[in-house]
Antibody, heavy 122, light 109 residues
Framework: QLQLQESGPGLVKPSETLSLTCTVSGGSISSSSYYWGWIRQPPGKGLEWIGSIYYSGSTYYNPSLKSRVTISVDTSKNQFSLKLSSVTAADTAVYYCARQGGRAIFGVVTDWGQGTLVTVSS | DIQMTQSPSSLSASVGDRVTITCRAS??????LAWYQQKPGKVPKLLIY???TLQSGVPSRFSGSGSGTDFTLTISSLQPEDVATYYC???????????FGPGTKVDIK
């Protein structure tokens, strides 16, 4: 059974870079059928898609975050990562890593990690 | 950019009631619309994709319909375990932008 696990600091200072890694188990990140994404949810608010990556390294970002986001993949470790620069308190959220469908369901989130709360505060 | 809206933002209904949630896209998105359920304190769960295709394991009281710009999620007989926030999401767009709607919170009256 596929499992996704986020890891990284739970507290980041304003203006610094938020870095998270998602470790995939029970499946290969190199599968041609899927994309891998990051989604966040500020406390008490809705879901926001951050971006997605294919195992080949092709990336797609939310235009509202594109200037600050980098998503990368490490197929040798079955991991993908998120970097969000110049964070502010508005970036405080639960960050989910996710598996997304390809082809006809390109972007549908079929599997979610448990989520990790990242707080931006000095 | 295509924007997604949902109505109502919240609703309260009795057990056994038929509940309908609407999702609207600012431009046509064919049937590239998914619905998710997020129970309090839990991870979201995929309910429906392609506007009306039920994900495996999802109870048949959930159904979806629509195409183009207007979509609905219907719970035919509301159950206590359906208390959750429901989100729509557009997908398979060019360029890829997988925007979620703002959510509809469903409570039991």
């Amino acid at each position: 059974q596929l499992q996704l696990q986020e890891s990284g600091p739970g507290l980041v200072k304003p203006s610094e870079t938020l870095s998270l890694t998602c470790t995939v188990s029970g499946g290969s990140i190199s599968s041609s059928s899927y994309y891998w994404g990051w989604i966040r949810q500020p406390p008490g608010k809705g879901l926001e898609w951050i971006g997605s990556i294919y195992y080949s390294g092709s990336t797609y970002y939310n235009p509202s975050l594109k200037s600050r986001v980098t998503i990368s993949v490490d197929t040798s470790k079955n991991q993908f990562s998120l970097k969000l620069s110049s964070v502010t308190a508005a970036d405080t959220a639960v960050y989910y890593c996710a598996r997304q469908g390809g082809r006809a369901i390109f972007g549908v989130v079929t599997d979610w990690g448990q989520g990790t709360l990242v707080t931006v505060s000095s | 950019d295509i924007q997604m809206t949902q109505s109502p933002s919240s609703l309260s209904a009795s057990v056994g009631d038929r509940v309908t949630i609407t999702c609207r896209a600012s431009q046509g998105i064919s049937n590239y619309l998914a619905w998710y359920q997020q129970k309090p304190g839990k991870v979201p769960k995929l309910l429906i994709y392609a506007a009306s295709t039920l994900q495996s394991g999802v109870p048949s009281r959930f159904s979806g319909s629509g195409s183009g710009t207007d979509f609905t999620l219907t719970i035919s007989s509301l159950q206590p375990e359906d208390v959750a926030t429901y989100y729509c999401q557009k997908y398979n767009s060019a360029p890829p932008q997988f925007t979620f709607g703002p959510g509809t919170k469903v409570d039991i009256k």
